[in-house]
């Protein structure tokens, strides 16, 4: 009896590895052609980009800053994910951890860096996981849909967050400004985040890839994340198992809100310096709390498979900025390219699903034809 | 506030909520046939901003809304496309569709921002527009928010009274067991996901074209979802969701008429009422509450009041269905 080949043709299997990348390579022709219409040279807008991106070190460095919060934010995804909840609140989440770390920050100007940098970043913590357990509590407790209570919940953080920086913590000096522009006080120098080498690159970047490695560890190395994941496969079998599916839903929420409101606080702390507003949520996340999502379906919903993810979108997004400023294309462009991106990647995903799948009901009609030959050759023997 | 003044505002909520109630149909029956399309804000938004500006083009307000239509189902068939052909999750392809309608509207829509266009004309009903009361809120507007309305109506009878509506609701009930009635189950998904998209377009356009004119970044964000979450206040029931939706413009609106009357509250609360409001009208739908209210109220009651305020989603809702 000959063995069924199971394996796919090598060239499709690198096909299906490298998938992501193509799939970003067939938006990036997409956003070629419009550049055609819009006038630009593709080649030369890539070059840009690409430049924008890793031409120097302060470039490399401006990626990985723009790369930190991504990664938190699909981490956090990642265990809301792998618990069978749908958080689309990272925005909210990010704002909500974000102000309360600033709040901290301003209240406490002349403590030491050493204290009010570890403490904010626990409040932040703590406000994200507040804002993603009420989701997380009204799911388990009252059955509501979680997708649509995030989405609510990011328009109300952001209502609150306009309301505190445009009056209780705005900057005195706007106060007497006629333009009042909605942001805080800078926050004092002691409480910068240390840089790690003479760029932009601060220490968020260190602390993002160990919490990914932390996630990792939690989710398939520990008890608690086992059973995450469980409720998150199979929410019915693991009630019977004895698992308190109410209980981990909540806290899968809780953890995930806890993440993207840490990467608030760092963001505060490593980059800006300050919190504002814009009106809106993107102002201040730079729709950090939507392509989180994205991210973290680009790695697979793998903690680790999220760190080359967040590096690559938070590329994207830097070289796509200089490529705007060198070729003079609108600003809408960067946000139609990422968008582009966004689809084809999450398209790619559904594909490699797809193969994956007829790869296995492929193998298992041959190993059901094989069993079947076998018996056929034995009756007629 | 005398009733003139009363009647003025109940038929601008009326008009506000039109394009809502056109969403809500659209997605009710969209989900009744076993779909979710969850990208609706995105949908919306390219659709307004379609509409828009193809009458502004073409100077014809009726060509933007056969536009608009034209690019809610070319998001549907994605969406139905992507779940019943490539078998694959329904609510991410709507999470990723929501996320490139907001882009691409923007990026399209940029040299088309906050300039007038044309918009639709009132046009009362000659006799009914005298009744008192109900002819100055429902027979002195526009045809748009007529189509709503007769829209409301026909829906329901459709989806309750005639036997393609039967099949819709089946394939999203029992699909396996539409399937061995001779339901083909995937093509009724199709259209209805289709046809559902094609109203969530014209909903769009009804922002653009009627409600609040012309074009902006960001037009109709948030109403997608508003609408989605009146799907499931609605119970799935295009009558019940038309109601939602009044009731959230009337929400809206009062907290507006609040804001002047007591400007001292923070603007936060005011703006914060519609969204806080969905949440508990959502909490208030899926949790136990309602059986508890059922069963302390005399028992006469019960069966009207069960009827009245019990929605279970279809039970097919957001599931892949093979045919074979």
């Known amino acids: 009896m000959k063995a069924p080949s199971r394996q796919l043709s090598p060239l499709l299997r690198i096909v299906e590895i490298l998938l992501p990348f193509l799939a970003t390579l067939a938006a990036l022709l997409v956003g070629a ?9 593709p080649f030369e807008a890539y070059r840009s980009l690409l430049e924008g991106a890793f031409g120097s070190p302060n470039a490399v460095a401006d990626t990985i800053v723009k790369a930190t919060p991504l990664l938190l934010v699909a981490l956090g995804i990642c265990i809301a994910f792998r618990g069978g909840v749908i958080n689309i609140g990272g925005e909210g989440q990010l704002v909500v951890g974000a102000v309360m770390a600033t709040m901290v920050g301003l209240s ?22 507040f804002w993603g357990g009420i989701a997380g509590f009204l799911k388990a407790q009252f059955n509501v849909n979680e997708i649509l209570s995030t989405i609510m919940l990011n328009q109300i953080a952001v209502q609150c967050m306009n309301d505190l920086l445009r009056c209780p913590m705005i900057e005195p000096v706007q106060l007497q400004a006629a333009s009042r522009i909605p942001q805080t006080a800078r926050l004092a120098q002691a409480f910068d985040l240390p840089r790690l080498v003479p760029t932009r690159l601060h220490l968020g970047a260190l602390i993002a890839v160990i919490v990914a490695v932390l996630v990792y560890i939690f989710l398939w190395r520990t008890v608690v994340g086992y059973r995450i994941r469980a409720t998150g496969l199979n929410p019915d079998a693991s009630r019977y198992a004895g698992i308190p599916v109410k209980r981990y839903i909540i ?84 946000t139609a390219l990422n968008g582009l991106v966004v689809v084809f990647v999450v398209g790619s995903e559904f594909w490699r699903r797809r193969w994956s799948r007829l790869r296995r009901t492929e193998a298992m009609d041959t190993a059901a034809q094989s069993i079947g030959s076998e018996a056929e050759s034995e009756v007629k023997a | 506030m005398n009733n003139t003044e009363l009647i003025i505002i109940f038929s601008s909520i009326i008009l506000q909520a039109s394009p809502l109630i056109i969403a809500v149909c659209g997605e009710t029956i969209t989900e009744r046939s076993g779909v979710i399309n969850l990208s609706l804000d995105g949908t919306m938004l390219m659709a307004a901003m379609t509409g828009f500006v193809v009458a502004l083009k073409s100077d014809n307000v009726w060509v933007g809304f056969l536009a608009a239509a034209g690019v809610g189902m070319i998001f549907a068939l994605i969406i139905a496309f992507g779940s ?33 266009g044309p918009f639709i004309k009132k046009m009362a009903i000659p006799v009914l527009q005298d009744i008192p009361v109900l002819g100055p809120l429902f027979f002195d507007q526009n045809l748009v928010v007529y189509f709503a309305l007769v829209l409301v109506a026909l829906t329901w009878w459709f989806m309750f009274r005639t036997r393609p509506g039967l099949q819709l609701r089946a394939a999203g009930e029992r699909p396996a067991a539409a399937f061995s009635r001779g339901v083909g189950v995937n093509r009724v998904r199709y259209l209805y996901t289709i046809l559902g998209g094609a109203l969530v377009g014209i909903a769009g356009a009804a922002y653009s074209l009627n409600v609040k004119l012309g074009w902006s970044d960001g037009h109709t964000r948030g109403l997608g979802w508003i609408a989605l979450a009146i799907v499931i206040f609605g119970g799935w029931s295009p009558i019940r969701g038309a109601f939602g939706a009044i009731l959230f413009g009337a929400t809206k609106s009062l907290a507006t008429v609040l804001q002047r009357r007591y400007p001292e509250v923070s603007v936060v609360a005011f703006n914060s009422i519609p ?3 969905m949440i508990a009208v959502l909490l208030l739908v899926s949790s136990q509450f309602t059986d508890w209210l059922i069963s302390v109220m005399p028992r006469r009651l019960q069966r009207p009041l069960h009827q009245l305020l019990k929605v279970s989603p279809p039970m097919a809702l957001g599931t892949i269905f093979e045919e074979d």
């Open chain 2, 84 to 116: 019943i052909r490539l078998k694959q999750n329904q609510v991410a392809i709507g999470f990723v569709l929501t996320l490139l309608g907001d882009d691409l509207s923007s990026f399209l829509g940029q040299n088309y921002t906050r300039i007038p």
């Open chain 1, 251 to 334: 806290l899968s929420m809780l953890l995930s809100g806890g993440l993207i409101g840490l990467a608030g606080a760092i963001q505060v702390f490593g980059v800006h310096h300050r919190m504002f507003t814009d009106g809106s949520a993107t102002g201040f996340t730079g729709s950090a709390g939507f392509n989180g999502i994205v991210v973290a379906l680009f790695g697979q919903l793998h903690p680790l498979g999220a760190i080359p993810a967040s590096f690559l979108f938070g590329a994207l997004l830097v070289g796509a900025n200089k490529l705007q400023r060198a070729m003079q294309v609108p600003a809408a462009f960067l």
């Open chain 1, 33 to 41: 052609v419009m550049l055609i219409f819009l006038g630009a040279n």
């Open chain 2, 275 to 277: 969204w806080i409001m």
């Open chain 1, 108 to 129: 406490f100007p002349d403590a030491p860096g050493w204290l009010i940098i570890p403490l904010s970043a626990l409040v932040g913590f703590a406000g994200g996981a």
